[in-house]
């Protein structure tokens, strides 16, 4: 009942929207292929993660935007992104994918959304990693990529603040007395001041799900605080993330840095390299990753990753062509 009337919700509020002016719209398509070898299971994968995971997968999707406004300024603006992904391995069948779902009104003190949208909780809530092989703590099972709910931001001058109450269940959405209330506050603007740094907090019961997979039906107790520190120097970027409190009844502390390096002209060649360690549920885990990223046109996109995982001893290498096309009606 309630999931149906969340849903109703996001219909009616985008079909406010209708009735306003609108300004201007893109629309993409988006095409990618996913192929590699994992040392675990001794076959070729096709996907980035675990296959059980949301990504990255064989797809084909799109990305719709549109913006509303009235005589002086933009109102609203409605963004869809979704995927039909196929599981290439195992049993073999098609996985609809729905990242960004959400309609956010635009007032002059602050923004507000309501939908399936990013949490402002962590690094993840500040990087849109939708088409990376390299990922964040989110998805370690520490934050959500995309969570259906509510938030409220505003961007001043010298950074972001932000707060978001979602269903603390990820892509899918369900009502078990789950809810995940997060918060996030940043001062600096990257591509003005070359650097952010985030202070975040989140609190709730949460759901444990991998994708769009339900692994328990019993909220779990997440409370946990973050600091998260971006900066580019020349053609050199660092992200860091330190993370810790408690995570279903376990104390949790979690580092994670991401270094990469632009080269070519505009940086269209990017090498990175991302250790993690995760300290939770009592146990140790070391996790590395390396990848480069080629721009070969302003539409396509080349990527090949390397990643260790200590935990479940799986090498795995991937490599991904990306497609991502601008279309006008």
């Known amino acids: 009942m309630f999931k149906k009337g969340f849903i109703l919700l996001f219909l009616v509020l985008a079909g406010t929207a209708g009735p306003l002016l609108s300004s201007s ?7 990618q292929g996913i192929a590699g070898w994992s040392s675990a299971a001794k076959k070729a994968v096709y996907s980035s993660m675990n296959q059980m995971e949301a990504m990255q997968k064989p797809s084909l999707g799109f990305d719709y935007i ?6 002086t300024r933009d109102i609203a603006v409605l963004a869809v992104q979704a995927r039909l992904a196929v599981n290439a391995e195992g049993e073999k069948t098609l ?12 007032t002059r003190a602050f923004d507000i959304w309501v939908g399936h949208n990013r949490p402002k909780f962590g690094l993840a809530s500040y990087f849109d990693n939708h088409a990376q092989l390299l990922q964040p703590l989110s998805m370690n099972g520490f934050g959500f990529d995309r969570d259906w709910g509510i938030g409220i931001e505003h961007d001043y001058a010298s950074g972001n603040a932000g707060l978001s109450l979602t269903t603390g269940s990820g892509m899918p959405i369900h009502f078990k007395g789950n809810f995940f209330l997060a918060g996030r506050y940043s001062k600096g603007v990257l591509d003005q001041d070359n650097y952010n740094v985030g202070f975040s907090a989140g609190y709730g019961k949460i759901l444990d799900v991998m994708g769009y997979h339900l692994i328990s039906d019993e909220p779990i107790q997440f409370a946990m605080s973050s600091i998260d520190i971006t900066w580019r ?28 390096m632009g080269l070519l002209e505009e940086g269209r060649l990017k090498i990175e390299a991302q250790p993690v360690l995760l300290i939770a549920n ?24 390397v990643m260790y995982d200590k935990e479940t001893k799986d090498s795995r290498i991937v490599f991904q062509v990306y497609g ?6």
């Open 25 to 31: 719209y893109l629309f993409f398509l988006e095409a």
């Open 324 to 329: 991502y096309k601008g279309i006008r009606f």
């Open 66 to 71: 549109q913006r509303f406004s009235g005589d």
């Open 95 to 106: 996985e609809p994918q729905l990242y960004n779902a959400y309609l956010k009104f635009k």
């Open 282 to 305: 009592q146990k140790t885990n070391i996790q590395f990753s390396a990848g480069v990223t080629y721009l070969a046109s302003g539409d396509w996109t080349f990527r090949a990753m």
């Open 233 to 260: 120097r020349n053609n050199l970027e660092h992200r860091l993330e330190f993370m810790m409190g408690d995570r279903g009844s376990f104390g949790a502390f979690l580092l994670f840095w991401r270094t990469g």
